[in-house]
């Protein structure tokens, strides 16, 4: 990628990388992701905001090539897909100091093996001037880590907003184009990364609201010239009001628990209440990441496997409560041969939750018209349970 103009003073650099599918051996990357930089030229001193991924630091110091020299390197986030670029950064400019928020310095340090004198910290709402520019920081603890900042700078009104508002998409475009596509990879990335501090993240989207704000530059997929499309599509997604949704995670080995999740899908279905389905065997979990942002319900399908729950769905359990959706019910459904702890082994999975339980329904065996007809009434409690929220009309 070469250096983008986003105004005449400032620029995009970094990379996109269009082939990496895993993200800490751990995200899903259906679409890539790109390391933005960003480069603010004042009239007296010049500032790096981030820098790029190790894997793509060749890219980013053939971008610097012709820039002769950097004032200060704003270190966001101590992350490595954001600053490990740093050290071939200052061994190029020694001169240059790094700004970073007082916890990110020892992350620093202990990340990057970095000279804790190269640092200098910078308090929330702290400003430096280039000269014809003024850089404010903005502290935006927990989007994702405990160290984030934003950087404002007021002249051009653009927010450097590192991992908030961030999308993994590798996309040839500068700014966002095509909303659906971006919408969908920016709540992915919601949901694997940020979810877990909606709370934290409201009063982050407060703070920035004092700031006239026309165009967001995250470090992780395109900016936004629009900036209210991000920012509403944050609110929702935080907000404590689930939809009218219901997650139907399962595993089925000899297709007795297939048997229970499609007539319990038809049956939710039938009653108004939208349903997602995931067949844990091939999911890709960041689109059950994607979905559990929304839902009111999930519902756990599991076998028995050594009296417990199959593995898979005991990792989806996991997840669920690692990530805090804002669910407000829950069951189980499967089968098992002659015995099994499954329900007691994942109602403790998704503890941290503090859920309302709907009482499960297993089978032994294959299910019989009586098991059906006890996925009939589950599906008919989740409907009820669902009326009770916001904006939900009542089942007939």
């Known amino acids: ?131 014809s520019h003024t850089l404010e920081f903005i502290h935006t603890p927990w989007v994702h880590w405990p160290e984030t900042m934003c950087t404002f700078v007021h002249e051009e009104k653009i927010l450097f907003s590192c991992d908030f508002f961030g999308a993994h998409l590798a996309t040839s475009d500068l700014f966002a184009q095509d909303d659906e596509r971006v919408y969908e990879a920016a709540k992915r990335y919601y949901a694997e990364i940020m979810m877990p501090f909606r709370g934290i993240i409201r009063k982050n989207i407060d703070k920035i609201s004092n700031f006239p704000v026309e165009i967001i530059c995250p470090s992780h997929g395109p900016a936004y010239k629009h900036p209210s499309f991000i920012i509403n599509a944050y609110k929702d997604w935080i907000s404590e009001t689930p939809k009218n949704n219901l997650v139907v995670a399962y595993i089925s080995m000899h297709n007795s628990t297939r048997i229970l999740v499609d007539h319990l899908v038809a049956s939710c279905a039938s009653k108004g209440v939208f349903v997602q389905q995931f067949d844990l065997s091939v999911t890709d979990i960041g ?9 009111a319900t999930v519902v756990l399908g599991t076998p028995t496997v050594h009296v417990g729950a199959h593995p898979h769905v005991l990792n989806a359990a996991n997840l669920a409560n690692s990530l805090r959706p804002k669910l407000k019910f829950a069951s189980i459904i499967g089968s098992y041969g002659w015995a099994t702890k499954a329900v007691e082994q994942l109602a403790s999975a998704i503890g941290a939750l503090k859920l309302e339980i709907i009482p499960p329904v297993l089978c032994k065996g294959m299910p019989t018209q009586q098991d059906i007809e006890a996925i009939e009434s589950l599906a008919l409690e989740i409907s009820k349970r669902h009326a009770t929220l916001a904006g939900v009309v009542s089942p007939s």
């Open 1 to 131: 990628m070469n250096i983008r103009k986003i105004k005449d003073s400032v620029f995009q650099l970094g990379a996109v990388d269009w082939d990496r599918r895993l993200f800490d051996s751990l995200i899903p990357l259906p679409d890539g992701t790109s390391y933005n930089a960003y480069l603010v030229k004042g009239t007296e001193k010049t500032a790096l905001v981030d820098t790029a991924d190790p894997a793509k630091v060749d890219i980013i110091m053939e971008q610097l090539s012709d820039v002769v020299k950097i004032d200060y390197i704003v270190a966001q986030h101590a992350e490595q897909d954001h600053s490990g670029s740093i050290p071939q950064v200052l061994a190029k400019y020694p001169e240059a100091i790094i700004l970073a928020s007082p916890k990110c310095k020892p992350m620093l340090v202990d990340h990057l093996h970095l000279a804790e004198n190269k640092i200098r910290t910078v308090a929330d709402g702290e400003k430096i001037s280039l000269g």
């Open 287 to 295: 689109k059950l990441a994607i979905a559990l942002v929304d839902a």
